[in-house]
């Protein structure tokens, strides 16, 4: 190239790394995650070309993912775990060199070999639904295709082949399954022509200044949408109660006792056939997923120390649901609960779960109307992925009648062992019973599903609800297991 | 078993509850970490034993790890990366179903083929340091060996393959394996064992109760120290600077400068064949760690984008190191650094790094002298720990002069795209300047290992200092990988 030529490149080149940087400032500002993805063929420069971004970008806020022959333990979890356990924060840009299209092509192929998914058209719709998450989210998602001439692509190939450092790179490379790559990936863009941005890889200094303008531009568009935002007035926040509740909860109750004896004749029984199943799923790596929701005081950990009592403690974990820490709070709020999701054939346990973001942030006003809305598609989709991997999932909520719960604080209140369980938080929750009634109600309408439909449990009768819960695991897990 | 002793090791398995759950709420707010390691034989009982003191603890506060046969991406870390990013925040107690020690027996009996170390020697002094930083931090640290009769054994092994449940279970043990872990795992355990509790596993409430009563013990008598020390009079701050610095910086600063025509001239050069090196160490399986720390306004991170400039973006990874988070700050300040210990192969580059516990930490009084001596000796563990493995670790200090940090701070303040670049933080550590330089001599003749040298690096002419590096750089891994 001409010499006059390479500096204007250059020039236009350290302008936009300039503007680049400057509407990265911004929109860590403005909370605005950014994701970036490369797909493109073997030898194809995407690797220049997102390195070049990587270097246009505050090492700071930034973080690199390359997609690779999924783990032993990605294996072990859905599809998109990985990914979505590498969302950037809402401080973030995230690259994905090669991204969950990689992926989803290898699988359909079969290049990997993802147990427990049945065909591939339900990634597809996973794919969608994530990419939806994300966007709702307020997440720039930015999808480059590098295309490359033939002619091009052999000078990046020989150049490998011949450099003695890079020749066992060129020996890996598996020509037909990059074909029938290139011929996948084509096809989904063609589809959905209007979300990618297809660059042609001829030269080198411009084709990076064009990824680079790209992005200038989408971060620029954003930058002016978000200054627009914040300039004009908040949104009148909406009612967030009708104070008309569905009455779903008080249909569902029930005034259910046991005795003593029974309870203790049932127990034991129950709780090694838990363990039998346990071992069973574990054979049959299946994931079992049981979440616990309830009133404060409604016997949920009581409940759940019943349950793992003769579990193999290597294949069970309990995860309690605390408010999240900061690093939490900057991603979407299924983040956490996508890092806890458990391998194939494990028992999780939730204390608390996803459903906070529909219960006590709704009620806290920490979630809009719109947010909660979009929570219960989010956590039906996020449900429906961990069925469409295999996996079982069995939600309870613990009712208790508000007398019930007045006599258990005080009773903790009494009892020097227990009073820290009790805390002014408790009585404050309590104060908007009905407006957790109205929100469970919502819930429980919203996200029963088929795949995942929600158990009532009485619990005012602590003993009655423990053998109720493990009848239901019991009778659950059996009917998937052995087809009964 | 008479009714009569069932209830009595009922009673006294409750009160052992109540009380370690008592004693757990203690230790948090004294933030006291606690770890809790079950080894034994196959079939020994330890599953049960670390379930039932699993059960007896807040599992708001409990984490539960199982050493499972490596996967591959531990595989491509040192030996003890799953435990140190699995060791307890200060606010929990962490149960480990077989441990390190487990492991190191895989491993020096050709069980678990973990490349990159050479004989099994250096594996029992990390295991060594690695309690030692652990106790060192305040960590309780129990550990259980489960020992039991080969007749109650059986008796366990028959009814594990008498159940169609459990016996795919029954199926998978190796008996040579046990037998020679049982022998290792007892020698190991006749050399410390006053760091060990033998328990006997014969009548199961019985040991339970044992088990349980051993960690309420050192509990109980942890929580009568925290309480006596929070008693007396807070400990006078020893000084933290003598005002007398060594002189090792200064001794290592030189005057070097380049000019524009010689640094063109380079930069290409080395930057490709870095990128030659870096698919050589990926061939090899070697990771390359390189430490950058300097003066704020150096040029670390020009210099950082020049090395990376021509590397692929999938091999190489940038960790720059802010203000710990709020979980961050619960753990051991080697923690964070831990998590991001480079895969084999890889290239991990830290702006700034574990360092700061020498430097920043000690000048603001984060640490005290006892602190930073401690951490001189982790630091060089931690450094050997990466090269036992393989690795490769480079640091540099980029050294400038007071009057150039000046001249480049007002620089940054006059430059609209530079000035977010300067804080008032900066110019707060600048009044510290004679701390930092005490800190820095102390920090090199401390640190400054055969097996991981300083480079201090003069910066104030940083078109120099880009080139040094990366010679350093190339001339270091050359030797490693051709034996030059």
């Known amino acids: ?111 990997v070999d993802f147990k427990g998914y049945n065909g591939s058209k339900v990634l597809v719709k996973e794919m969608k639904d994530f990419e939806k998450t994300l966007e709702d989210n307020g997440t720039i998602l930015i999808k480059f295709y590098v295309d490359i001439s033939d002619e091009k692509r052999k000078e990046h190939l020989k150049s490998m082949t011949e450099n003695p450092h890079t020749m066992w790179k060129a020996q890996e490379y598996d020509k037909a399954n990059d074909d029938q790559y290139k011929k996948d990936i084509e096809e989904i863009i063609k589809e959905n022509q209007k979300t990618w941005h297809i660059v042609k890889y001829d030269v080198r200094e411009k084709v990076i200044n064009e990824v680079l303008s790209t992005v200038a531009d989408t971060l620029e568009k954003r930058v002016k949408e978000e200054k627009k935002k914040s300039e ?71 409940n759940i120390k019943r349950l793992v009592q003769q579990l193999d403690p290597t294949g069970y974990q309990i995860n309690t649901t605390a408010a999240p820490t900061d690093i939490e709070l900057r991603h979407h709020y299924l983040w956490r609960f996508w890092q806890k999701v458990p391998k194939t054939g494990h028992v999780c346990i939730y204390d608390r779960s996803w459903y906070g973001r529909v219960m006590v942030e709704r009620v806290e006003g920490f979630a809009t109307n719109k947010d909660v809305n979009r929570a219960y598609r989010e956590i039906n989709d996020f449900e429906e992925t961990l069925v469409n991997f295999g996996g079982i999932i069995i939600k309870f909520f613990i009712n208790i009648s508000k007398e019930e719960q007045l006599k258990r604080f005080e009773e903790r209140q009494g009892d020097e062992n227990k009073v820290w369980k009790i805390t002014e938080d408790d009585w404050r929750n309590r104060e908007k019973w009905d407006k957790y009634v ?24 602590k003993r009655y609800a423990r053998i109720k819960t493990l009848e239901i695991i019991k009778s659950v897990c059996e009917e998937k297991l052995f087809d009964r």
């Not at 034991?268 to 079992?288: A, C, H, S, V």
């Not at 109205?438 to 619990?459: H, R």
Request: hydrophobic letters at 35%.
């Open 438 to 461: 109205e929100s469970i109600d919502d819930m429980l309408d919203k996200t029963s599903t088929k795949i995942a439909p929600w158990y009532v449990i009485n619990g005012n009768d």
């Open 232 to 302: 004009s007035e908040a949104p009148k926040r909406d009612g967030y109660f009708t104070g008309k509740p569905s009455g779903t909860l008080e249909k569902c109750s029930s005034e259910d006792v046991i005795t003593k004896e029974e309870y203790k004749d049932k127990l034991i029984g129950l709780q090694k056939e838990m363990r039998d199943i346990q071992y069973t799923l574990y054979e049959k790596k299946i994931p079992l997923i049981i979440v616990y929701e309830g009133w404060d005081a409604a016997g949920k950990g009581g």
């Open 1 to 111: 190239m001409e010499d006059s030529k390479l500096k204007k490149y250059q020039k236009e080149k350290d302008n936009l790394v300039t503007k680049i940087g400057y509407l990265q400032r911004l929109l860590k500002e403005y909370k605005v995650p950014v994701m970036v993805v490369f797909e493109g063929v073997h030898a194809s420069g995407k690797g220049r070309l997102s390195n070049e971004l990587l270097l246009a970008l505050d090492p700071r806020y930034t973080c690199f993912y390359a997609t690779h022959t999924p783990t032993e333990s990605e294996l072990r979890r859905p599809f998109l775990w990985q990914y979505f356990v590498n969302i950037p924060s809402n401080a973030q840009v995230a690259i994905f060199y090669r991204s969950w299209y990689s992926l989803y092509i290898s699988m359909k192929n079969k290049v």
